[in-house]
């Protein structure tokens, strides 16, 4: 597998991916065949500072001259105290994924929604009219609605088994939120159901409601993406379309490395290279 290590030398910029814990992190292999793939003198390496040692990670990357970096669970809120700038995405979705650092300074941005909306176009899915149900109140749920608002969605719900959580987000996002429980009233005019949760984490996991009545045209993004989950199964026996987050993973991090370096990798290598990285 290529590393970097090949061109190695005093001219070399480095990048990197901070989280705890990050070795199961796909961006290091991700990052480093895009950088060989546009001949780049770059190398990307991956590190886990402790949440309490976030702040000394993040200044001893400024001072040891790193070009960017991305950021992963769980220094994706923490980060944002770190860095000098934003973008106006960060200030909504409440997280970085993606720092820069230019001039001595820090700027931060959050890629998780492009991800997911060039992921939409690249698959053809429009949301123009469209209804759409989250599942899940967490980070990634901030990401994908502020991707949904910026669409022409026609109606957005957020459902989570905590109601308070998905009230919470219904009142930054100005969308509905609607108990768990209930999501049976709206699932039926449902177009997309886009799951942010946890639920298929672990075994034993089933779907949160019941799914008895939707459309035969309803399309299930799951953003778990390296296991079967109830989403998969519900999809598979209703004859649903589903894709899993695979797409977003990967172009999410695409905008990050434009950031860096101003070019727009090849998605496809990417894809190649995760198939083989989660067997």
Known sequence: MYTGIEMLNTKTKLF????????????????????????????????????????RAVES?????????NITIPHKIEVMKYVDFTDKAVKKIGSINTIAFKGGKLYGYNTDHLGFSQDLTAKKISLKNKNVLVIGSGGGARAILYALKESEAKNIYIANRTLKNAEQLAEIFKIRAIDIKKVGEVLPSADLLVNTSACGMKKTDVLPFKADKIKSSLIIYDLIYNKATPFTKLAENKGLKIFTGVGMLIRQGACGFKIWTGKYPDIEIAERLLREFIG
């Open 16 to 55: 990197a991916i901070l989280g705890y814990p990050v070795k199961h992190s796909f961006s290091p292999q991700m990052q480093n065949k895009w950088f060989k793939k546009e001949n780049l003198n770059c190398i990307y390496l991956a590190f886990e500072p402790k949440p309490e040692d976030l702040k």
């Open 61 to 69: 990357l400024k001072l040891l001259g790193f070009q960017g970096v």
